[in-house]
């Protein structure tokens, strides 16, 4: 009779163990649910509708009649597209480098013993934090050729004025220099926590070996940093190819559409002259090229 008995609570039991083990999981699920609905409402759908309008020859409000692929090939043929891609990859091989490279020197240099370390790091990133927008109104204020500060410093050093974002051969360079002041804080934080985190003792024995400063950084600093610098490529490649709240603030592609890029000549289409299908067609090719290079980045780091 006893063995019966157990055979019987197994049963019973066995349905009550999986009910304690499901619970924890729809206790999880009820709170993941809300946010994957946020997520899929904000970016798969509005995803998944920009592509069937890339499709279409229309504005945001009617949709217009659908023309499968060829907005993907006035893209092949559009001039205006090919000088506004030149500004974007002139901007990008300027940035993208630049902006590592300060990173790595103010990190090596914020990674120091010095009394008020923790102030200098916070100047040095604030810049990061504050909106493209703001940023890009105190450059009007900054560059302004007739009344702005840096035209004010040269012309007391006895140098001529600049024209800045008002000329065509140096907006986007002024751009550029906007931009690693406003960005250079995150490669800078991002390479002060790798460089905390690599073993004292590596350091150590190199230097015990007979290794000078820039032997050590190059054969034992660097190569521990590789997975921080693949990463800020790739992060700051992105923030290049999308630039366009720096641009929409100062020149509005002006002057002579010499800061034209990408994503402001795709809001341009969209939202100026309402070709809201070819403007999701560059944004979709756009895409692609974004994550082909990233890709390309990572596989390269990773060898």
Same mark, same amino acid.
């Given at each position: 009779?006893?063995?019966? @008995? ?10 009550? &163990? ?35 309008? &890339? +499709? ?42 630049? &902006? ?20 200098? =790091? ?8 504050? &909106? ?61 926590? @790798?460089?905390?985190?690599?073993? =004292? ?20 600093? +660097? ?81």
């Amino acid at each position: 009779m006893t063995a019966p @008995a157990m055979s019987g609570t197994a049963r019973v039991s066995a349905p009550s &163990s999986r009910r304690s083990r499901l619970v924890p999981h729809l206790t999880g699920w009820g709170f993941v649910f809300p946010a994957t609905l946020v997520i899929v409402g904000l970016s798969l759908f509005p995803a998944v509708w920009a592509l069937l309008l &890339s +499709l279409r020859d229309g504005d945001l409000l009617t949709g217009g009649d659908f023309v499968g692929l060829a907005n993907y090939g006035d893209i092949l043929g559009d001039a205006e597209l090919a000088a506004a891609a030149g500004h974007t990859l002139l901007y990008t091989v300027l940035f993208v480098p630049g &902006s590592v490279a300060l990173g790595l020197a103010l990190a090596l240099a914020l990674n120091l013993k010095i009394r008020l370390i923790g102030f200098y =790091r916070t100047c040095f990133f604030v810049p990061y934090v504050v &909106s493209a927008a703001a940023t890009g109104i105190l450059s009007n204020f900054v560059f302004d050729p007739d009344f702005g500060i840096v035209n004010a410093g040269l012309k007391a050093l006895g140098l001529p004025a600049m024209g800045f974002l008002q000329d065509p051969d140096q907006a986007m360079l002024t751009l550029v220099a906007i931009s690693l002041w406003g960005g250079v804080g995150m490669p800078a934080v991002v390479y002060l926590a @790798a460089l905390q985190d690599i073993p =004292r003792m590596l350091i150590e024995a190199a230097r015990v070996d007979g290794g000078a400063g820039r032997h050590v950084l190059r054969h034992v600093v +660097l190569p521990q940093l590789r997975p921080a610098t693949v990463f800020l490529l790739i992060w700051q490649t992105i923030t290049a190819l999308q630039l366009f709240d720096l641009v929409y603030t100062t020149t509005k592609g002006q002057p002579l559409d010499s800061t034209t890029t990408i994503v402001f000549y795709l809001y341009r289409q969209a939202f100026q002259l309402f070709h809201s299908g070819y403007g999701t067609a560059i944004a979709y090719v756009l895409f692609i090229v974004t994550l082909a290079v990233s890709g390309a980045v990572l596989w390269r780091g990773a060898k």
